[in-house]
């Protein structure tokens, strides 16, 4: 057998077994509650699934000096269904302040207390992929305006309004 061949065959092996012995790492639960959904199912794996806040309004603090503009940049979103929902623009640049906007979003999984949702707002045209992280209350927004062809990131603090 070619050396090559064999370090082909053996590396993977060797790998495999280094990393059998490994210990797992979890991490710790956040200390503090912030209200929303009990976040301690273990469960794996990607699935379709409704977000735990139906029937909920929850804030959305992106903090100052977004990239929309200076200020404070706070929304809320209320989920009316698995697919619906009205997101209203709290504090915020002019031109988007107390803009109400209904949403008609799709949600997938990613782990116990994260989700994937993504929606087109109908009023200023924007594409929106929110990971909403009910454990940590945090999300992370991507918002793309092909009207100005740009793609802009967000990070805030997520917590239940009501």
């Keep these: 057998m070619e050396f090559s061949r064999f370090m082909r065959a053996a590396a993977p092996l060797a ?14 639960p956040s200390p503090t509650s912030r ?4 976040c301690t199912a273990r469960e794996r794996g990607y699935e379709d699934a409704t977000v735990p806040a139906v029937g909920q309004t929850w804030t959305l603090d992106f903090g100052v000096n977004s990239p929309v503009g200076p200020g404070p940049f706070v ?7 698995a697919s619906q929902a009205t997101i209203k623009v709290i504090q915020g640049p ?3 302040q107390g803009l109400t906007q209904d949403i008609t979003y799709t949600s997938t999984r990613l782990r ?42 967000f990070t805030g603090t997520l917590f239940r309004a009501r």
Excluded: N
């Design 94 to 96: 002019a031109m988007y």
């Design 15 to 28: 790998l495999a077994l280094c990393c059998i012995s490994a210990p797992s790492v979890e991490a710790e």
């Design 112 to 153: 116990s207390c994260q989700y994937v949702l993504t929606w087109h707002e109908p009023k200023t045209g924007l594409f929106v992929t929110q990971v909403e992280d009910y454990s940590e209350h945090r999300a992370y927004d991507t918002v793309v305006d092909p009207a100005k062809g740009t793609m802009i990131h």
């Design 75 to 81: 929304a809320t979103i209320a989920f009316t269904s």
């Design 35 to 38: 209200g929303g959904p009990e």
